[in-house]
């Protein structure tokens, strides 16, 4: 997952329903600071990459994927965040 979180976009899985997307699960949210495997469930339409959270992950990297404060404190499921292609 390679994305620049400044270009965030937060949404909500009504924003993104009429969409149509087809989620995957992705576990290959391998990051710098550790090595442990993180869920996410992933989405694109060709020109946004599209991220929903399964469960919380106290990294820093989980956190800025999603703008998640820290310790994950408004951490919501139905989150969806998309960043261009």
């Known amino acids: ?3 620049k979180y400044e270009n965030c976009e937060e949404l909500t899985l009504g924003d ?3 969409l149509g997307l087809t989620w995957i699960r992705n576990k290959e ?3 710098l600071s550790s090595s442990i ?3 996410v469930d992933w989405a694109t339409d060709g020109t946004y990459q599209y991220f929903k ?6 990294q820093i990297e989980f956190e ?3 703008n998640f ?4 404190r408004d951490f919501d499921v139905n989150k ?3 960043y261009p292609m």
């Open 1 to 3: 997952m390679s994305v």
């Open 16 to 18: 993104v329903s009429e």
């Open 29 to 31: 949210g391998r990051t």
């Open 37 to 39: 495997n993180w869920e």
């Open 53 to 58: 959270p399964v469960k919380k992950i106290y």
């Open 64 to 66: 800025m994927l999603f």
């Open 69 to 72: 404060q820290m310790s994950c």
């Open 80 to 82: 969806v965040v998309r």
